[in-house]
């Protein structure tokens, strides 16, 4: 049973920094961030593929430069290193895995088949 448990969530003023974890079970090329914030659609966050011959980081525009995806493979562990967060930042983070990386990744959360049950970024001003 594939099991995604994200920690590390919190409430923090702007500017500060936060890191996420999701401790996985099984092996994954491709895993991702997402998050939703109350009332507005799922988006994806940052993505990695991590391959036998290709290693890729994804962000989207509003994250890049503050936001860091990895990877520990040996301890099972995603994170996302989140730096000057602003309030807009304020959502539930999920992680996911078993979809697809690259091109609009992003916009395809349906297609990631597993995901954890989320942990609370708010971020006040």
């Known amino acids: 049973q594939v099991q995604l448990v994200e920690s590390g969530g919190g409430s923090v003023q702007s500017g500060m920094s936060l890191r996420l974890s999701c401790a996985y079970t099984g092996s994954w090329y491709c895993m991702a961030w997402f998050r939703q914030a109350e009332g507005k659609e799922r988006e994806g966050v940052a993505a990695?593929?991590?391959?036998?011959?290709?290693?890729?980081?994804y962000y989207v525009d509003p994250v890049k430069g503050r936001f860091t995806i990895s990877q520990d493979n040996a301890k099972k562990t995603l994170y996302l290193q989140m730096n000057s967060l602003k309030p807009e930042d304020s959502a539930m983070y999920y992680c996911?895995?078993?979809?697809?990386?690259?091109?609009?990744?992003?916009?395809?959360?349906?297609?990631?088949?597993?995901w954890g049950q989320g942990t609370q970024v708010t971020v006040s001003s």
């Open positions: 990695i593929y991590n391959g036998p011959h290709r290693h890729d980081l």
């Open positions: 996911a895995t078993q979809g697809p990386c690259g091109g609009d990744w992003f916009t395809r959360g349906r297609e990631f088949k597993f």
